[in-house]
């Protein structure tokens, strides 16, 4: 899972150890553990550990980013030190977060990852896609990428938080291209929710399907249509994520 015989020491002294079954907190000489139960994350960026202690879920302050093979603080948690072992186990969640890390990092209660079902249904919904009109296909990838909602209202949502950009929907839906498409365009217009996501130059045929290769004046950097329309930016350390609020 990552954490595996791992260590960190955070300024102020704690030392986190993690072993395949439980991670362990020492400070001043005083050590306490806690079992490790769930990992969540897309794998090949970050890995946050949920806790569960005295009935209450935790999410651990420490997570591991592949990329970097690095452990490091998990975004959201207070940068300084952890000033005790509440802090250093992590932010407690309500019973209500905590069901949407399983809605979006699981496919059921007793089925681990994400599977057919989580997108498509099961029994009498199956399958779910066939159902869903293409204008709501955002809505359903936004389940788990998050929707623009009161908390992201601006035109410009990059601006009034740099970290929006994690969230895909989010900057898709306040570009040019989205509103001119008159809600045509969606996140399977380009991904195939089935792979991975591929390298930027990928997307080029997807962008020139409406946009002419022969627009005047002409693209002097083209073909290279995403990486200077939709830049990365790593607005979270040890994070980068590509802006889908198209240029």
Known sequence: MGFDGKTLRERGGTLYSYDAAKLAITRDGVRREAPIQWS?????????????????????????????????????????????????????????????????????????????????????????????????????????HRSPNREYASPQPEIEDPASIRFAPVGLTASKCYTASKDALTCVTCHDPHTDVKPAMAYDAKCLACHSPKAKPPCPREPNCANCHMPKSSPIPLLTFTDHRIR
């Not at 009935?55 to 651990?60: C, K, L, N, S």
């Not at 969640?93 to 209660?109: G, K």
């Open 40 to 144: 969540f994350g897309a794998g090949h960026f970050a890995r946050t550990l949920l806790l569960k202690q005295d009935g209450r879920w935790i999410e651990h302050r420490i997570s591991q980013y592949p990329q970097s093979g690095r452990l490091s603080l998990t975004p959201g948690h207070a940068a300084q030190p952890a000033d005790g072992f509440d802090m250093a186990f992590g932010i407690v969640q309500s019973e209500a977060n905590a069901r949407r890390c399983f809605d979006c990092h699981s496919t059921s209660e007793t089925q681990p990852g994400i599977h057919c079902q989580r997108c498509h249904g099961e029994g009498d919904n199956h399958p779910r896609e066939a159902t869903i009109k293409r204008t709501k296909d955002i809505a359903l990838c936004a389940e788990c």
